[in-house]
């Protein structure tokens, strides 16, 4: 793939970073979205945002995007200062939302298709530049089908090459692969990651640890509108630790012994939810931990009812990072996505379709 058109112009004020915020707040009435949130990511780099629902992802996302002015605080994409000058920083941009912004009516070749030519681009372009990112995303099959009748993941394909229409130096997905399936989650990555490749600079935003730790050059962990850890992936996961190993044993009389058994085994803390007799411990090295600590166990004379080694969750790392569990709520995400939040640019469009076409026309050079 060709490298972005425009190269990241960097001023002096974004501190050579493609991504730069400082500072960002906003309310909305009563309920602080972001309280001060700073971020930053070099060129040709991935920034992964991290957080549960309701952390303020989405809000960092909008005006990052220029699609939401923030109370105070200042941000620059791709050399551009955010307040100052939206249209260049739209110029440079491609988003892609947490909601698909696809209309289900018109084919996936024809989504493109009226992208680029809201872009600018002449209709021979805009034909070439729809068929090249059918190819590249693997949507050729079903290109000349509605795509209201494409699966999820693939809805999320399309969207995303939407976003890359114009080759921009910065792309911003906001939790692009929330509700897929595996098999979705696995084929958005790969898309990701050769975006990545091309040189291009990237925000994605996330509720998986797992994905910001595939993905991501360095993460920003944000809870309540605040950054509670930020660090480089692998510096993170230092932190975080590795899998989780999950056990229970059958008789409460064995709980000091267990501890004790996995505690020895690595840096660690085990947790005991005495609830329900489950042990806890994050390992350094997975399978072999697990092989270890079940030895130790039946030399110990423990019997082991059930055992599990899983990825570590968002639940873990909040955990991990600040002591406590993630506060925001779990699950699917919140319905108020991009709301007709009554600031410019964004007051007339009352959907994600209606604001990513407003944001492709307005950003386009006359
Ligand atoms: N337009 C809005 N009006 C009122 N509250 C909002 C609005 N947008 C976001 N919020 C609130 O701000 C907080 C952050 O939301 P959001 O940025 O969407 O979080 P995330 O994307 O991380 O789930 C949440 O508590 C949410 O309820
Ligand atoms: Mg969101």
Redesign the pocket.
Known sequence: MPPPQRPTRLTGQDHGHAIRAEGLT?R??D????AGVDLEASAGTVLGVL????????????ILSTLLRPDSGRAWMAGRDVLKDPEGVRENLGLSG?YAAVDEKLTGRENLYLVARLYGMRRSTARRRAAELLARFRLEDAADKPSGTFSGGMRRRLDLAGALVARPAVVVL??PTTGLDPRGRADTWVSIQELVAAGTTVLL?T?YLEEADQLADSIVV?D??KVIARGSAAQLKARVGGERLTLTVGNSQAYTRTYEVLDALGPHRPELDTRTGRFTVATERGAQTLEHALSCLRLAGIAVQEVELAPPTLDDAFLALTGQPAT?PQGP??E??Y???GSPPDASAETPAEQTVQLLATGRRP
């Open positions: 906003k909305f009435g309920k602080k979205a972001l957080g549960p629902n309701g952390a303020g992802k989405t809000t960092t996302v909008r947490q906001d939790e935003t509720q944000i309540q509108g925001g995400p919140e108020h996505e709301p007709p939040a």
